[in-house]
T-cell receptor
Framework: GNSVTQMEGPVTLSEEAFLTINCTYTATGYPSLFWYVQYPGEGLQLLLKATKADDKGSNKGFEATYRKETTSFHLEKGSVQVSDSAVYFC?????????????FGKGTKLSVIP | DAGVTQSPTHLIKTRGQQVTLRCSPKSGHDTVSWYQQALGQGPQFIFQYYEEEERQRGNFPDRFSGHQFPNYSSELNVNALLLGDSALYLC???????????FGNGTRLTVT
C-alpha cells in the first residue's frame, strides 16, 4: 500500500536557523508529492507540490525536491521565522486517484523561538 | 471569497449516538472530500463526493456515510459513535482533478 514516513518531532529551532524535515514514501505507481502546513486552530494549507522526478516545489522560502531514486521529498528552508511555527505534513496522491485522495504522514511539529 | 466552511466547530457526543457534520465548498469547487485526523496523526481519507455521488472511499466502516447536495455542499454522518471516533474531521474541496485541495478548519468531535 501507499505510505508516508516523516521525521519525528517536535523540532525546535532558533529564528534564522536552517530547517530540514525528512520525508520518505512508498507508493504504487508514480505519485505526486505535497507538503501541507497546519497552523494552530486552522485547517491544512498546501505549501508546495511536485508531480514528477527532479521537480522542485517552492513557496514562501520553503523548498522540496522529488527524488525518485531515494523515494524522498525533504522539506527545507534556509532561515526560519517565528511565524513558521506549525505542524508540517508530507503527503502523496497516486495515479488514477487524482488529487482527491491524499495519504499523509503523521506530521512534524516545528517550534521556532526568537 | 469564502473558503471551505465547516460546522459546527466543536461537538460533544455520547457513545452510540449519531452525528452529522456539514461542509460548504469554496466557491467554484464541485468536489468534496472528508478526512479524519486523530490527535497527533495525519489526516486519513474517508470518502469523496462528486456530482452527488460517492466516488472514492477510504478504509472506513459503513457507519461513516455522506451526502452531497445540488449546491455542492456536503454532510458527513457517523452512526453508533465509538470513543475512537473522537477526532478532527476535515472537509476539503477542489475545482478539478488537477487542482490542489482547499481544507476547512475542521470540526472537533469528542465522543464520551
Amino acid at each position: 500500500g501507499n505510505s508516508v514516513t516523516q521525521m519525528e518531532g517536535p523540532v525546535t529551532l532558533s529564528e534564522e536557523a536552517f530547517l530540514t524535515i525528512n520525508c520518505t514514501y512508498t507508493a504504487t505507481g508514480y505519485p505526486s508529492l505535497f507538503w501541507y502546513v497546519q497552523y494552530p486552530g486552522e485547517g491544512l494549507q498546501l505549501l508546495l507540490k511536485a508531480t514528477k522526478a527532479d521537480d522542485k516545489g517552492s513557496n514562501k522560502g520553503f523548498e522540496a525536491t522529488y527524488r525518485k531514486e531515494t523515494t524522498s521529498f525533504h522539506l527545507e528552508k534556509g532561515s526560519v521565522q517565528v511565524s513558521d511555527s506549525a505542524v508540517y505534513f508530507c503527503a502523496l496522491s497516486v495515479p488514477g486517484a487524482g488529487s482527491y485522495q491524499l495519504t499523509f504522514g503523521k506530521g512534524t511539529k516545528l517550534s521556532v523561538i526568537p | 471569497d469564502a473558503g471551505v466552511t465547516q460546522s459546527p466547530t466543536h461537538l460533544i457526543k455520547t457513545r452510540g449516538q449519531q452525528v452529522t457534520l456539514r461542509c460548504s465548498p469554496k466557491s467554484g469547487h464541485d468536489t468534496v472530500s472528508w478526512y479524519q485526523q486523530a490527535l497527533g496523526q495525519g489526516p486519513q481519507f474517508i470518502f469523496q463526493y462528486y456530482e452527488e455521488e460517492e466516488r472514492q472511499r477510504g478504509n472506513f466502516p459503513d457507519r461513516f456515510s455522506g451526502h452531497q447536495f445540488p449546491n455542492y455542499s456536503s454532510e458527513l454522518n457517523v452512526n453508533a459513535l465509538l470513543l475512537g471516533d473522537s477526532a478532527l474531521y476535515l472537509c476539503a474541496s477542489s475545482r478539478d482533478i488537477n487542482s490542489p485541495l482547499h481544507f476547512g478548519n475542521g470540526t472537533r468531535l469528542t465522543v464520551t
